[in-house]
């Protein structure tokens, strides 16, 4: 495909993979330290809202300047900050894990506006396929940084997980050098800079509850599996595998559903994976621990995350100012509204139980589904 071989893409893609390598770490890295479901929450939810709240704000300035330093000094940031919070000891580390979220609210809505313009100029105008190439190395960072923090963390150490710093940096200084010529994201004609939404009102809350919900469902996945595999007498390569696993399905479903999306109706594509992810949630929650995980765990993923690049093509549609500043916004959106669910779910896991978490995720995908059905563009 001309758009893999393309070397921005490609370096850009890497650099996501990188970035999302640093994300996944946090939940296992925070379940490692023997922290409480309570307070996984609550650094998830500040880590995550620092990764989400100044994306719009990222994506305006990228509109205006050019991408390069946001996207590329994004992973350098977040290397940076990420190798403090390993050898900087307590609530110093956690400090500086939070502070390493700004580089991925710098990169997201920056690449993402890349990745779909490419998308627009290999793949004449499938944006969403290109979109969904883009989050897939993302997910695939999702997918290999939970087993690789695993592995470490249980044959190695804390501190050697400086290992992925220094993976990272020569992948940053290659997308500073790809993205050399800086030019600022072009915008449609007619096109003031101001924000406007192209969609009624309707359009816009359904949309909004959709990826609230959909993030939230994840946001549980992502942040609570790795505590509840270990409460299950599992270890750390167990439980960061199985974390792993999860966002590896999650990385397959987001490329199929950016195609399925293209193919066919978007919001069609989005209802039917939102109700089949009710399946095996449910089924997670009754089983406990498992050789059966191996399957309904990235199953679960496929199913949630076939959503996500529809979403985002979705509201880039629907609102103008810069692809960069639409990006951000959904994207903001959608992770902080996760992040908030977080502190519903933390101390609902810590008293009830996440079996009861999983009934709750359950109910969250049905909820969503007729919700995409009625997302008429």
């Known amino acids: 495909m001309s758009l893999l071989l393309d070397s921005l893409f490609s370096s850009v893609a890497l650099s996501h993979l990188m970035v999302d390598v640093f994300n996944s770490a946090r939940p296992v890295l925070l379940t490692y330290l023997g922290l409480s479901e309570t307070i996984i929450a609550i650094i998830s939810t500040i880590y995550i809202w620092a990764g989400a709240l100044a994306q719009p704000f990222f994506g305006w300035m990228s509109d205006r300047v050019g991408p390069r330093w946001l996207a590329a000094g994004g992973l350098l940031w977040m290397t940076i900050f990420f190798t403090g919070a390993i050898f ?12 390493a979220a700004l580089g991925s609210s710098a990169f997201h809505p920056v690449g993402t506006a890349q990745a779909t313009l490419q998308g627009r100029a290999l793949l004449k105008g499938r944006d969403t396929t290109s979109t969904s190439l883009f989050f897939m190395a993302g997910q695939i960072g999702h997918f290999i940084g939970p087993i690789l923090t695993g592995l470490i963390l249980a044959r190695l150490g804390l501190h050697w997980l400086v290992i992925l ?15 050399r010529h800086n030019h600022p994201h072009p915008k449609p004609k007619h096109d003031d800079g101001k924000i406007r939404l192209q969609a009624g009102i309707g359009f816009i809350v359904l949309l909004a509850a959709v990826a609230s919900l959909q993030s939230w469902a994840q946001s549980n996945m992502i942040s609570f599996m790795p505590k509840y595999i270990k409460d299950l007498g599992q270890n750390a390569i167990t439980y960061g595998s199985i974390a792993g696993l999860f966002m590896g399905g999650s990385a397959l479903g987001n490329v199929i559903g950016g195609h399925l999306g293209d193919k066919f109706t978007k919001r069609k594509v989005a209802a039917t994976a939102l109700f089949l992810a009710a399946f ?14 191996y399957v309904l765990i990235p199953l679960s993923g496929a199913s949630t995350g076939a959503v996500h ?18 990006s951000g916004l959904i994207l903001g959106f959608i992770f902080s509204a996760g992040a908030l669910g977080l502190l519903i779910t933390g101390p609902l896991a810590e008293n009830y139980g996440f079996p009861t978490v999983l009934m709750m995720t359950t109910g969250l995908v049905l909820l969503a589904s007729p919700l995409a059905w009625m997302l008429r563009e």
Not at 165 to 179: D, E
Not at 309 to 324: D, E, H, N
């Open 88 to 99: 900087v000891p307590e609530t110093g580390g956690l400090v500086c894990l939070i502070i």
């Open 165 to 179: 710093s220094v993976i990272s940096i020569p992948i940053g200084f290659s997308l500073a050098y790809q993205l």
């Open 280 to 293: 095996p949630l449910f089924i997670i929650s009754q089983i406990g621990w498992s050789p059966w995980l």
């Open 309 to 326: 690049s529809i979403m985002v093509v979705l509201a880039q549609r629907a609102i103008s100012g810069g692809m960069a500043l639409a």
